[in-house]
């Protein structure tokens, strides 16, 4: 396990395809959604299924 407080990049995982977008997560928010069964989203794509 990395153990880093800053953020690394994910792969966003919308349903967008061809999307490589990066997720910039810290390693801890990157788990707390694999717990959750959450989908992680690139900022943008987050911002945009927001609306
Ligand atoms: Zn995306």
Same mark, same amino acid.
């Given at each position: $396990?990395? %153990?880093? %407080?800053? /953020? $690394?990049?994910?792969? &966003?995982? &919308?349903?967008? +395809?061809?999307?490589? +977008?990066? *997720?910039? @997560?810290? /390693? +801890?928010?990157?788990? %707390? *959604?694999? /717990? !959750?069964?959450?989908?992680?989203?690139? !900022? =943008?794509?987050?911002? =945009?299924? +927001? @609306?």
């Amino acid at each position: $396990m990395l %153990h880093t %407080h800053g /953020v $690394m990049p994910f792969f &966003c995982e &919308c349903d967008r +395809a061809g999307c490589f +977008a990066p *997720a910039w @997560l810290t /390693v +801890a928010e990157y788990d %707390h *959604a694999r /717990v !959750q069964g959450a989908s992680i989203f690139a !900022q =943008a794509d987050a911002l =945009a299924r +927001a @609306l």
